[in-house]
C-alpha cells in the first residue's frame, strides 16, 4: 500500500543573504560567509493510512519546520514530499488544490491562528464554501455539524475567537482544519498550551475524531507523555536529523539512541519521593554551526573518534525500527 | 521547630469594571527551614497571584483585602516599605517564569548583578564581582569570568535561567519563591535546572516555593505539594502522600488526566467541564459542577479539614484511604 505521505530527502534550508557592506567587504577580501541554518536535513519518513506519527525533539531541532513543508505552508530546499504517491511540487491546478485541501495542519497557539476579526461561523464555514464542499444554502447547517462534532455548541457560532477560552479556542482551529474534509492531519504542538485537565480533554478528541473521519495524524510535540499516548509510531529528531524511529511500544520498551534514552530517563513523571535528576551535560549546538559527524556527539555519554567525524546512517536495527548511531556497528 | 513563613488566610482580590475577582481566597500554608513547597493549579487558580502576595508584588486593581504573612516574626502583609525592601531580594528572592523580564537586556549582565549585590549589603565593586562569579559557578554557569561580561541576548533560555538563579542566590536567602522557573524549557535543560535546585536547596538551606502546573515536576522535587484551585487551597499534604493518595477528587482527576498514567490507546480519564472565572465562582465548593462527587452538602463551602496528621482538604466527600471505592452515586 502507498503510504498517505512519503517524505524523501526532505532537507530545508534557510540561507541569509549578505547585505550590500557584507558583499563589499567580500570584495576586498575580507572572509564574509552567508550564514545558513540546516533545519531540517536529508529526512526520510513514511506515513501509513489511518497510523498516528509523533514526531518529538526539543526546540530547534525542525520538527516544527517538517511538519510546515508536510502541510505545504512552506517548500523543501531539496527532496520531496509526495501525497498519495505523487510529488506534491509536481502537482497542478485541481490536484494541486486536491493535495493541499487534503493535508491540514492544527498550530501551537489558536489565538494567534484566528483571525481575531472574524466570527466562528466565518472561520470555520469560508473554506469549505469557497472550494465547493458546500453550497451557500446549506453552509450554516454545515458549520453547526462541524462544531458539534469538535463539542461546541451551536449556538456559539456568531462568536469571535476572544470569547472562548483556550481549549475551546483550540476546537475552533480544529474544526476549521476538519471542514474542507482532510484526510491528514499536521498536529504541531496542538495541545502543549492547555492546562492538564482540558489538555485530556482535546486528547481525547482528536482520538475520536480519527476514528469518525478516518484521519492520518502527524502530531508533533516535546511532550513525551502525549506522543507515548496518543502515537503508534514515533520518530525522535535532533538537530534536523532524525535519529530513531520505531513503534511506540518498543521505543517506550528499550531506547536504541543515547538521545532518546536520556529522554526518556529525564522525563518527569508523577511518582512518589524525590527524585535525583541525572543530566546530560550541555545544550543544544546552534543550527548555525552543527558539530561535525555526530550531532549528538559533544552531550553523548558513549562518544568515540569515530562520531566526531563520521555522521551515522539511520539503518535498520530490527524490523520496523531505525536508529543512527555508531554504537550499533560496534556491537555487530 | 517554629515555622519560617506561615501564611494565614490570605485574600487577594482585584477589583475590576467587571467586578470582583477573587484571585486569592483564603489561603493558609506554613513553611520550615530548608523545605521545598510545590504549589500546584492550573492557569488562574491564584498560585502566581499567591507567590506575589507574600511579597506584596500586587499591583492595582488588585489588594491583599485580609490574612498574615508572617515570616521570621513579622507580617508581610503590614510591613512598610522601607522594612519590605529590606526583605525583598535579601531574605525572600523571587525567579519568575520569563528571565527576559527579570534580566535588563540593555545592561551586561555584570553591570545587572553588581547593582543587585550592593542593593542589600554595603562592599566594594571587586567584592561584589568575586560574589557573582561564585554564585554563577555554583549554578553551574561555564567561564563566568567571560559571562559576567555578556549581555543577556547572548545566553540561550537555559543560561538565562540559571542567572535568574544565581541572583537569586545572591544574598543566601531563607526563602525563594519560584514561579514556573521551568516551564518554558526543554526536557534536558530543565533537569539540569532541576538537578541544580535540588542540590543547592540540600547545600544552603534555602526554603522554597516551587509554584508550577506540572504535578510530575513537583513530585520529584518538593517535600510538601499544595494543590490550588479557583483560588484556595483545595488539598496539602506531603509530597508523597499527596501523590499516592490524593484526598480531593480535583488533585484525583487532575493526575489522572496526564496521559503517561493512562493506558496508551484508550481514552484519557477527563474531568468534565473548564475551571470557573474567579469573577463568578460557583456557590459553595468551587469545583461541584465538575466533581463527580458533588452533591447538595457541596453547596456551602467545605472547611479545610486534616484528615490525617498533616494532609488536609477542603471537601466533604474526600478520598479517605481506607475505602478508596467510588460512592454510590
Known amino acids: 500500500m502507498t503510504p498517505i505521505i512519503d517524505m524523501s530527502g526532505v532537507t530545508k534550508r534557510f540561507v541569509r543573504e549578505l547585505d550590500?557592506?557584507?558583499?563589499?567587504?567580500?570584495?576586498?577580501?575580507?572572509?564574509?560567509?552567508e550564514r545558513t541554518v540546516h533545519a531540517v536535513e536529508d529526512v526520510n519518513l513514511k506515513v501509513a493510512r489511518g497510523e498516528v506519527l509523533g514526531l518529538v525533539g526539543e526546540s530547534g531541532c525542525g520538527k516544527s519546520t517538517l511538519g510546515r513543508m508536510v502541510a505545504g505552508l512552506m517548500t523543501p530546499s531539496a527532496g520531496a514530499i509526495r501525497f498519495r504517491g505523487k510529488d506534491v511540487a509536481g502537482l497542478k491546478g485541481k490536484d494541486a488544490r486536491e493535495a493541499a485541501l487534503k493535508v491540514q495542519m492544527i498550530f501551537q497557539d489558536p489565538m494567534s491562528s484566528l483571525n481575531p476579526r472574524l466570527r466562528v461561523e466565518t472561520i470555520v464555514g469560508e473554506a469549505p464554501q469557497v472550494h465547493g464542499i458546500v453550497p451557500r444554502s446549506e453552509r450554516d447547517a454545515y458549520v453547526a455539524d462541524m462544531l458539534t462534532y469538535v463539542g461546541l455548541d451551536p449556538a456559539m457560532r456568531r462568536r469571535y475567537p476572544h470569547q472562548f477560552s483556550g481549549g475551546q479556542r483550540q476546537r475552533i482551529g480544529i474544526a476549521?482544519?476538519?471542514?474542507?474534509?482532510p484526510d491528514f492531519l499536521v498536529c504541531d504542538e496542538s495541545v502543549a498550551a492547555l492546562d492538564v485537565s482540558i489538555q485530556a480533554q482535546v486528547l481525547n478528541l482528536f482520538m475520536r475524531l480519527r476514528e469518525a473521519f478516518d484521519l492520518t495524524y502527524m502530531f508533533i510535540s516535546h511532550d513525551l507523555g502525549v506522543v507515548e499516548h496518543i502515537s503508534n509510531r514515533i520518530a525522535i529528531m535532533y538537530l534536523g536529523r532524525i535519529v530513531e524511529e520505531g513503534p511506540t511500544e518498543a521505543i517506550f520498551g528499550g531506547a536504541n539512541h543515547p538521545y532518546t534514552q536520556a529522554l526518556l530517563a529525564e522525563r518527569p513523571v508523577i511518582a512518589p519521593g524525590k527524585r535525583k535528576f541525572s543530566t546530560i551535560k550541555g545544550e543544544i549546538p546552534s543550527p548555525l554551526s552543527p558539530p561535525p559527524g555526530c550531532h549528538f556527539h559533544p552531550r553523548c555519554p558513549h562518544a568515540f573518534a569515530r562520531c566526531k567525524v563520521e555522521?551515522?546512517?539511520?539503518?535498520?536495527?530490527?524490523?520496523g525500527r531505525k536508529?543512527?548511531?555508531?554504537?550499533?556497528?560496534?556491537?555487530? | 521547630m517554629t515555622a519560617?513563613?506561615?501564611v494565614e488566610n490570605l485574600a487577594t482580590h482585584y477589583f475590576t469594571g467587571d467586578g470582583v475577582a477573587k484571585a486569592v481566597d483564603g489561603v493558609s500554608f506554613s513553611l520550615n527551614k530548608g523545605e521545598i513547597l510545590g504549589l500546584v493549579g492550573e492557569s488562574g487558580s491564584g498560585k502566581t497571584c499567591t507567590g506575589f502576595s507574600i511579597l506584596r508584588l500586587i499591583d492595582a486593581p488588585g489588594r491583599i483585602v485580609s490574612g498574615r504573612v508572617m515570616f521570621d516574626g513579622q507580617d508581610l502583609a503590614s510591613l512598610d516599605t522601607a522594612a519590605l525592601r529590606a526583605i525583598r531580594g535579601k531574605r525572600i528572592a523571587m525567579i519568575f517564569q520569563d528571565p527576559m523580564m527579570t534580566l535588563n537586556p540593555v545592561l551586561r549582565i555584570d553591570t545587572q548583578m553588581v547593582e543587585a549585590v550592593r542593593a542589600h549589603s554595603k562592599v566594594s565593586c571587586k567584592a561584589a564581582l568575586d560574589r557573582c562569579r561564585q554564585v554563577l559557578a555554583m549554578v553551574g554557569i561555564p567561564a563566568p569570568e567571560e559571562r559576567l561580561a555578556s549581555y543577556p541576548h547572548h545566553f540561550s533560555g537555559g543560561m538565562r535561567q540559571r542567572v535568574a538563579i544565581a541572583i537569586a542566590l545572591l544574598h543566601e536567602p531563607d526563602l525563594i519563591i519560584a514561579d514556573e522557573p521551568t516551564t518554558a524549557l526543554d526536557v534536558t535543560i530543565q533537569?539540569?535546572?532541576?538537578a541544580e535546585v535540588q542540590k543547592l536547596c540540600a547545600d544552603t538551606g534555602t526554603a522554597m516555593i516551587w509554584i508550577s502546573h506540572d504535578l510530575a515536576v513537583v513530585s520529584a522535587l518538593a517535600d510538601r505539594i499544595a494543590v490550588m484551585y479557583a483560588g484556595r487551597i483545595v488539598e496539602q499534604g506531603r509530597a508523597a502522600e499527596v501523590i499516592e493518595a490524593p484526598l480531593h477528587p480535583y488533585t484525583r482527576g487532575l493526575m489522572d488526566s496526564v496521559p503517561s498514567r493512562n493506558t496508551r490507546g484508550t481514552p484519557l480519564r477527563q474531568i468534565p467541564g473548564m475551571a470557573p472565572s474567579t469573577l463568578d465562582l460557583p456557590k459553595g465548593c468551587s469545583f461541584r459542577p465538575r466533581c463527580p462527587r458533588g452533591d447538595g452538602a457541596c453547596l456551602s463551602q467545605p472547611p479545610e479539614v486534616e484528615h490525617y496528621p498533616g494532609a488536609s482538604a477542603r471537601c466533604f466527600h474526600p478520598h479517605m484511604r481506607e475505602a478508596t471505592a467510588e460512592m454510590p452515586a
Open chain 1, 20 to 33: 550590500a557592506a557584507e558583499k563589499i567587504a567580500r570584495r576586498l577580501g575580507a572572509k564574509v560567509e
Open chain 1, 176 to 181: 476549521r482544519a476538519l471542514a474542507v474534509r
Open chain 1, 311 to 319: 555522521r551515522p546512517a539511520l539503518k535498520e536495527i530490527a524490523p
Open chain 1, 323 to 332: 536508529s543512527a548511531c555508531h554504537l550499533n556497528d560496534k556491537a555487530a
Open chain 2, 4 to 6: 519560617l513563613l506561615q
Open chain 2, 191 to 194: 533537569a539540569q535546572i532541576l
